[in-house]
């Protein structure tokens, strides 16, 4: 068999991790990524600021078990788990929220370490090479001819690629180049909010607050949230909209706007690092994406933010990319019976089929998901002190006890299940429909027996008849 | 007071019209087209095959007029009446459809014709410089420095301008360049149809069929459509599903599909010149898109195409990027009170303030003829040849007649007005709901009346009461 060689554009998390799935399968790989190697010492703090914390939950776990279960426990061994929100409401007081009536829970997971892990998988397999500082510039999709550009010497160089995976991000340039030759359906959409970092530092050695829940402080239009990290500071992100960015005019405006709203928060992190750090840190815009199809012929595919970017406030986004890699290879190999578990060995007919039923499959998926991440902000910066909400989260997660394979909230079958993302929102439309009309029966029932009850107490014998008696209740 | 220049990206309709915009109201002008200049004989023939023929409405008039009366009238000059659509069913018979009751017409114009005439009246500007076989590459939107290639030499060079106008189309390049600045909100979208243009020559030195109309061979799911050209020729454009051309796999094979569907278009385009072009001219993809915001500070702005390009359906393309330019001169203007009508006396900080209303007002209209062409299509292939369709059509002329300017046809108000098109649909919508509750009205007091009657002359004295008559036809 001659030799297949992928070109992975992109050296991040799921760029990297493709690499060690494409190598598992036979592949010679080739990944190229713009930025040096961050595991070099003189490059460490490359990846800061870069965007909001991970949290890892099954979705991304189960990617990482496929390839070797051995990396998912080098992963968990980094992580610190988060079960439930902390609510942090004006006053002070916290209260908890668990994500799951079971104890699962999700993960804070530095993205560094993260990418430092799989980049030391990826390496760890013979036919894989890592090329570092090299910027993607084009590539002949047809002939799979790759152009790249040395980012020290500037110098341009060919690399030939049987197929050729764009995991270069939300604004991916394989993406784009994609678009001039498959009619690629696009949508980009930027929220009316922006965020900006902050750090909270240790005290005393350690946490400064319950290390094991994701914090929220929810302020209906704006939040702040944080997530805890392994050397016990935790990173706190801001966000807000623009507009209200746009009022904060100096460093004693961040502090008191902080002093108003996040008294508490204020004082662990402390004024004169949120003077510094609101001046230093860049403030990053939110944006989802769609498109589709993902895939040119049996040439190229793109995966993760390049072909579904989201706003992050379901923290899907990670664990979503890890799993289009997954989804890829189960297609693939259901395509190479023949060939074992040798994706390299399939044909350009069969990789183009594979392809194309990816995409097919995985663009209604991810799409469930961009829209399920954007309606979790409104979740999270205001309904999750709201009475209607709790109201329904109790009863949800009563049944869920009950009848743990019938009824599953919405955030477990997202962040505890592998059910496809556009199965959760079918089956949760389902539940919903189902769970109102049981609750207005219920209703209805208990008003009667009340009423019923009354009657029977105050010495009436004959109860009018059932249908009158709804016919009443409904006028009301 | 300073020289100002505006660079312009893009030497075609939209480009060529707002150098002549520019160069008017006082601005320094260069304009930086791609290919070479089509007004020189050995590149005349660039332009063919590049689209659909262009029809050239009221708002493409009044940009023109707005301009140089002059102007629009030599355009005029050089355009063909169509009164109405002709409608081709599939036995050869031909209905024609007035557009307007008060004689109202479209124009049909070539596409190098049109061009000619613009690049001539931009050169007629000595402030004006057009430079041919100019590729845009990049721009510095802050510095205003432009990255230019020469076509031939592949020469960069720079340009700087105090504003840059990208009228490069809809795969504009301007545009993707001022997405890594501004927080731009984009969608494209393919129609799942494709076409191909093929010519009907003239028929003994004349036309092969009535000139003044715009021919229309509606199928359902596909159409034929031909355009009178000066040279007596039509040109005719096969609008048709991917799936569909997918389907024609020979030379053989279009001719049958012609056969079946076309037959009186066969016969006077021609069985050899059917094959010859069907082999020969490219297939064509469908797409719209939208995006907002239109401008980059005061120093950038996209027209036309670039900005929101839509399908072909309403004939609004070229009028909609005229207008345009018309409502950015308005505003513009309108900011310059003190300068009289010289733009380019603007401050940047009016500039801006023009631009960012330019875009907030005309997104919005913009936004609603992209949706109008696409439910155009419809009309077109299918609806034309419908009884409801065809009835309210006749009612809505009626009703036009007697009251002009109380109710206006969709199609009128889109081609004969300049009222924006957000209002449009508004007007429409309200239009529609006031239409269907009068054809209810008038339905039940007609049978009404003719109850009365009959009940009457079979010798009935007491009539039941209205109400009760009105809820008995409800019933129904």
Redesign the interface.
Known sequence: MPERRVVIVGGGLVGSLSACYFAKRGWSVDLYEKRPDIRLPEHSNLVEHRSINLAISERGFSALRRLDPELEARVKESVIPMHGRMIHSLDGKQTSQAYDVFGKHINSVGRSTLIKLLLDEASSYSQVTLHFGYEFINADFDSGRVMLQDANSKEECCVDADLIVGADGA?SRVR?RMM?KV????????IEHGYCEFSMPAQEGTFAMNPNHLHIWPRGSFMLIALPNLDHSFTCTLFMPWSQFDEIKSNDDVVSFFRKHFPDALQLIGEQRIRLEYAANPKG?L?YLKCAPYTYKHRAVILGDAAHAMVPFYGQGMNCGFEDIEVLDRIMLSQSDKAGDCTAALSDEQLQQALSEYSALRSVDTSAIVDLALQNYVEMRAKVVDFGYLARKYLEGMLHRLLPHRVIPLYTMVSFTSIPYAQVVQRWNQQSLWLHRSIRMATIAAVVSIGAFSARMMGCRQLPPLHELLHKLKRF
Do not use: A, E
């Open positions: 604004h784009q001039t009619r690629m359906n696009y949508s980009q959409t930027y815009s944006m």
